[in-house]
């Protein structure tokens, strides 16, 4: 079936940097953009960026240009998001998602379970 | 930026209630409107796109109205299943999601 399985939980200290992974099955890989948006604990949700798997086109949410970088691997049908110079306000759960269509902007069909991100000296 | 405000952020309610939540955008997204159900712990799930398209699989309870800045996500009848918190979302430019309304007992 259609999923996207998302890498384990991590911790990490102020100022580090975190690279979580995203693989997708079930469907063509190049066929759909794929997006990540971030929940801080009893927060909204938050969107981040997103990623054309078959260009590696992007594109980011102004507050994280700086420090988002969006990429991905076909060959493993895997997509990552690196965030770098932590702050303990990034501990959060992060979640990648699949774009409907590549026509026109569109909603997110299918999530990830969802990364926890956990960001503490 | 576009902005999404939703009303009201906790809703309570009985099993069988009419439920409606409202979302408003700062400007103009014609219907380009998006609704998520999201559960403690859990992904959010799509119900509603394009405003009022029913996603496949979500039980026909739910609808989207709306066009414009003024959107609403009806549930006909609350059922056990249905507690959660909502999120609307607009992708007219780039994306953006409303603070969500929880539905609670």
């Known amino acids: 079936q259609v999923q996207l399985v998302q890498s384990g939980a991590e911790v990490k200290k102020p100022g580090a940097s975190v690279k979580v992974s995203c693989k997708a099955s079930?469907?063509?890989?190049?066929?759909?953009?794929l997006h990540w948006v971030r929940q801080a604990p009893g927060q909204g949700l938050e969107w981040m960026g997103r990623?054309?798997?078959?260009?590696?086109?992007?594109d980011y949410a102004e507050q994280f240009q700086d420090r988002v970088t969006l990429t991905r691997d076909t060959s493993i049908n895997t997509a990552y998001m690196e965030l770098s110079r932590l702050r303990s306000d990034d501990t959060a759960v992060y979640y990648c998602?699949?774009?409907?269509?590549?026509?026109?902007?569109?909603?997110?069909?299918?999530w990830g379970q969802g990364t926890m991100v956990t960001v503490s000296s | 930026d576009i902005q999404m405000t939703q009303s009201p952020s906790t809703l309570s309610a009985y099993v069988g209630d009419r439920v409606t939540i409202t979302c408003r955008a700062s400007?103009?997204?014609?219907?380009?409107v998006a609704w998520y159900q999201q559960k403690p712990g859990k992904a959010p799930r799509l119900l509603i796109y394009?405003?009022?398209s029913l996603q496949s699989g979500v039980p026909s309870r739910f609808s989207g109205s709306g066009s414009g800045t003024e959107f609403t996500l009806t549930i006909s009848s609350l059922q056990p299943d249905d507690f959660a918190t909502y999120y609307c979302?607009?992708?007219?430019?780039?994306?953006?999601f409303g603070q969500g309304t929880r539905v609670e007992i």
């Open positions: 079930g469907y063509t890989f190049t066929g759909y953009y």
């Open positions: 979302q607009q992708y007219i430019s780039l994306w953006t």
């Open positions: 400007q103009s997204i014609i219907n380009w």
């Open positions: 998602a699949r774009e409907i269509d590549t026509i026109s902007n569109d909603a997110f069909d299918i």
């Open positions: 990623i054309n798997p078959k260009s590696g086109g992007t």
């Open positions: 394009k405003a009022s």
